[in-house]
């Protein structure tokens, strides 16, 4: 998805590259992955201040307490979907957007909720902006998308960290589809969930993280 972005210039195009090339050596394989992080403007997806950090492998304060992931995490998440053109994808989290435009630059028809009002409407204004074709919806995604529910989705992604696996998200997923969510209170065990018949599903983890915490109930 090549587009002409007002403030990613050539610089930043140089650090995204560099930020490829670490990613592939910290152990990413999936070359489409890669291309799709080295389209999307990271650096835009956050405070200017931190212009300088925006290409480094570090979380970054957005608004509400909330960050924008690691590089490496949200390629690792995204690798982790085994994404396929015109998939249907459910992102709990929104956040910066950020992980959403990656997802919309594999060509995934994307379903993303968000908590928090304020995040909500910048969000929802820069994506539109850098033309991602993104679903943007406010709301606790813990049971998905309870008034607008466009289930069974190919993919479930959460973005924040979870307690427990919400038993109504996995109700959400197609037969055959996988679910990437962060498991675990201070710190967190990825989990990747195949729904491989319509009671019965498969659990992998994938290595420790540390998220922000995925909340219940109503916050707008």
Same mark, same amino acid.
């Given at each position: 998805?090549?587009? &002409?972005?007002?403030?990613?210039?050539?610089?930043?195009?140089?650090?995204?590259?560099?930020?490829?090339?670490?990613?592939?050596?910290?152990?990413?394989?999936?070359? &489409?992955?890669?291309?799709?992080m080295?389209e +999307? #403007?990271?650096?835009?997806?956050m405070? #200017?201040?931190?212009d300088?950090?925006?290409?480094?492998?570090?979380a970054?304060?957005?608004?509400?307490?909330?960050?924008i992931?690691?590089?490496?995490?949200?390629?690792y998440? %995204?690798?982790?979907?085994?994404?396929? #053109?015109?998939?249907?994808?459910?992102?709990?989290?929104?956040?910066?957007?950020?992980?959403t435009?990656?997802?919309?630059?594999?060509?995934?028809?994307?379903?993303?909720?968000?908590?928090?009002?304020?995040?909500?409407?910048?969000?929802?204004?820069?994506?539109?902006?850098?033309?991602?074709?993104?679903?943007?919806?406010?709301?606790?995604?813990?049971?998905?998308l309870a008034?607008?529910?466009?289930?069974p989705?190919?993919?479930?992604?959460? %973005?924040?960290?979870?307690?427990?696996?919400?038993q109504?998200?996995?109700?959400?997923?197609?037969?055959?589809?996988?679910?990437v969510?962060? +498991?675990?209170?201070?710190h967190?065990?990825?989990?990747?969930?195949?729904?491989?018949?319509?009671?019965s599903?498969? %659990?992998?983890?994938?290595?420790d993280?540390? @998220?922000? #915490?995925?909340?219940?109930?109503?916050? @707008?």
């Amino acid at each position: 998805m090549k587009r &002409t972005i007002e403030g990613d210039t050539y610089r930043h195009r140089g650090m995204r590259a560099n930020m490829c090339k670490e990613l592939r050596a910290m152990g990413i394989k999936d070359e &489409t992955v890669l291309a799709a992080m080295n389209e +999307v #403007p990271r650096h835009l997806f956050m405070d #200017p201040g931190l212009d300088a950090l925006s290409y480094n492998n570090q979380a970054l304060p957005i608004a509400c307490g909330q960050t924008i992931s690691r590089p490496m995490t949200v390629a690792y998440q %995204t690798e982790l979907l085994e994404l396929q #053109p015109m998939m249907k994808v459910l992102e709990v989290g929104t956040g910066s957007g950020y992980q959403t435009a990656v997802l919309c630059e594999l060509k995934a028809r994307v379903y993303s909720v968000e908590r928090q009002k304020e995040l909500f409407s910048k969000t929802k204004k820069l994506l539109e902006k850098l033309r991602y074709n993104a679903n943007c919806f406010l709301g606790d995604g813990y049971n998905g998308l309870a008034e607008m529910d466009y289930s069974p989705y190919d993919r479930i992604l959460v %973005t924040c960290g979870a307690s427990e696996v919400p038993q109504q998200l996995l109700s959400k997923l197609k037969i055959g589809g996988l679910m990437v969510i962060p +498991v675990g209170d201070e710190h967190q065990t990825m989990h990747r969930i195949l729904r491989s018949g319509p009671d019965s599903y498969e %659990t992998s983890t994938c290595g420790d993280f540390q @998220f922000v #915490p995925m909340l219940k109930g109503r916050q @707008f």
